[in-house]
């Protein structure tokens, strides 16, 4: 029964996505309507952002960002 838990535990975070302008990885900095982000966490189909005011974001479609 345990190994059946360990299989959805949640999202597994990934070391780099392809994006507009390159390849990021963790500490990158992204734009986002011209605005700068930082890279928090990689996952398979979205992307963990933190904005230039403290708050977390969660960005669904990698598309709308550029590599700084």
Request: hydrophobic fraction near 35%; proline fraction near 3%.
């Amino acid at each position: 029964m345990s190994e059946i838990l360990k299989r959805h535990k949640g999202p597994r975070e990934n070391d780099s996505l392809k994006i507009a302008g390159g390849e990021i990885v963790v500490g990158d900095k992204v734009l986002r309507k011209g605005i700068e982000f930082a890279v928090l966490k990689i996952y398979r189909n979205r992307v963990e952002i933190k904005r230039p005011d403290g708050k977390y974001s969660f960005v669904v479609d990698s598309n709308v960002l550029e590599k700084k």
